[in-house]
Nanobody, 120 residues
Framework: VQLVESGGGLVQPGGSLRLSCAAS????????MYWYRQAEGKQRELVAV???????TYADSVKGRFTISRDNAKNTVYLQMNSLKLEDTAVYYC???????????????WGKGTLVTVSS
């Protein structure tokens, strides 16, 4: 099983980006899916989470600006980021709790990250 993020890049303050994270491999089901971020010199922080029932939770710093969603048919989670600020600059990581097809327990997986740079 692997997670691959895409959609990062350079954007001006106030702009928008949409990140995607696709899970692939021998997957039975996916429970919660998460987006984390890590700015240079800072600890990794949770940005948003969506569970298997499509319930969502957001960090206070992104509420009202970011939206997490998922497409279960594609094993993909998205992060729509609007009204981006300089302080949103970070590497964004996808994370998911996955039942592998041959596993007997849920395993937590990480993607390698995608860089988002907000700059004028």
């Amino acid at each position: 099983v692997q997670l691959v993020e895409s959609g990062g890049g350079l954007v001006q303050p106030g702009g928008s980006l949409r990140l995607s994270c696709a899970a692939s491999g021998s997957i039975y089901s996916i429970n919660a899916m998460y987006w984390y971020r890590q700015a240079e010199g800072k600890q990794r922080e949770l940005v948003a989470v969506i569970n298997s029932g499509d319930n969502t939770t957001y960090a206070d710093s992104v509420k009202g600006r970011f939206t997490i969603s998922r497409d279960n048919a594609k094993n993909t989670v998205y992060l729509q980021m609007n009204s981006l600020k300089l302080e949103d600059t970070a590497v964004y990581y996808c994370n998911a709790d996955i039942w592998g097809a041959t596993a007997d327990q849920v395993i937590n997986y990480w993607g390698k990250g995608t860089l988002v740079t907000v700059s004028s």
